[in-house]
Structure formats: C-alpha cells, structure tokens
C-alpha cells in the first residue's frame, strides 16, 4: 500500500452554491488546462458540475464505493466505459467547412449513446409545482487522508508535503488501478491508451 504523510498545508476548495449557475465555464477551463490533449484523455472530465439530485458523471458515481469506513481503507469499483460515457466526435467538417451551412446539422459520429458529461443537467427532481434542481461543482479535493494514496501499490500517487496537493507521478504507475477504486468522488481516471491512472493536476516524470 502506499505511503501517506502529513503535508504542512492542507487546500480546500470553497464555492458558494447560491452563486452557481451550472455555466460549465470550470469545467472547459479544466478540460483546456488538463491534460492537453493527452490520447486516451477524450472521455476525462476533472471538474465537473452535476445538477442535483442527479446520477452525475461517472453515472451513479455515489454507488463505487470507496474511501474510508471507520478509518479502514475500502476499495470500492472503477466506473466502466459506459458509465462514463462521452468521448464524442461530430461531422465539423461537413457543418463548418463542406458549405453545408443550413443544410444540415451537426450530429454525432462517434462516442457513447448512451451516457456522458451532464447527461441529465437540468433535470433536478421533485414534481410540479415543487420541482428543484441545484449545481454541485465536484473536483478532486486533494484529501486531508487520500485513500487513492493509501491504495496504491507502487507510491505512484502521492501527497506534496509544501502544500497537500495530491499528484500522480506517471512515471512510476503501473496500471494497477487501486486509485482509482479507493477514490470515493470517482476523480482518478484510467487512460486506456497510455495504461496509466490521471486525475487533475498530474504529474509525468518519464
């Protein structure tokens, strides 16, 4: 297993629900900074904004399991692909650039069908006249106690000592996984085509 040491800060991320207006712009930021056109990363969304109540992204991501139970490392599953969805691609070259304008539409070619990044945004739940729906932006929160570090075998993933931000040093991971299944907020994400876990502010050393 891992090793997990005491870091001298520990972050937290602060967001004003109230303010919230499930704009996405986060998540685009996110999905531009990291992790750069990585192959493999087509389907990775690290910050994401759910609507509440809602099954989110991955799918049912509150059903995996992991974390901690009474103190105890749990390892709970990792999402399938289905679960995570997405990954689309349309006919751009047709709309855009094929003088198609206002004779078709855009329409997708490839990905998921079937579930995907803010699959059910908006839908919220209740029924009318009481409908409801709130956003809940969710990211890796660098955890006081990351079970992702716990789990790993290899110490692939670790803790920064200067400042508590969780990294993944590539280099090192070996595609065992466990990160992946220990993390209870389902943000460590395997790539398929590199065989290596990522998450949000991940490091190579290779």
Not at 93 to 110: H, M
């Amino acid at each position: 297993m891992g090793t997990l040491t005491q870091s001298k800060r520990q972050l937290a991320w602060v967001i004003d629900l109230n303010k919230c207006i499930g704009c996405q712009t986060c998540s685009v930021a996110c999905k531009v900074l990291w992790p750069q056109e990585d192959p493999g990363t087509e389907t990775m969304w690290w910050m994401t904004v759910n609507t509440q109540p809602g099954r989110g992204m991955p799918r049912d991501w509150e059903t995996m399991g992991g974390g901690y139970v009474d103190g105890e490392l749990q390892l709970g599953r990792r999402p399938t692909e289905d679960e995570i969805g997405g990954g689309w691609d349309y006919n751009y070259d047709e709309v855009l650039r094929g003088g198609q304008a206002g004779k078709t539409q855009l329409i997708a070619t490839d990905g998921n069908r079937n579930w995907g990044m803010n699959w059910d945004e908006d839908e919220g739940g209740g029924e009318y006249p009481n409908s409801y729906y709130y956003y809940m932006p969710r990211m890796c929160g660098h955890c006081t106690k990351p079970a992702c570090v716990e789990a790993c075998p290899h110490d692939a993933i670790y803790k920064r000592e200067e400042d508590g931000i969780v990294l993944i040093d590539e280099g090192r991971c070996k595609g065992n996984g466990s990160c992946i299944k220990a993390c209870p907020h389902k943000k460590v994400d395997w790539n398929p085509v590199r065989k290596v876990a990522q998450k949000c502010m991940g490091v190579s050393l290779e």
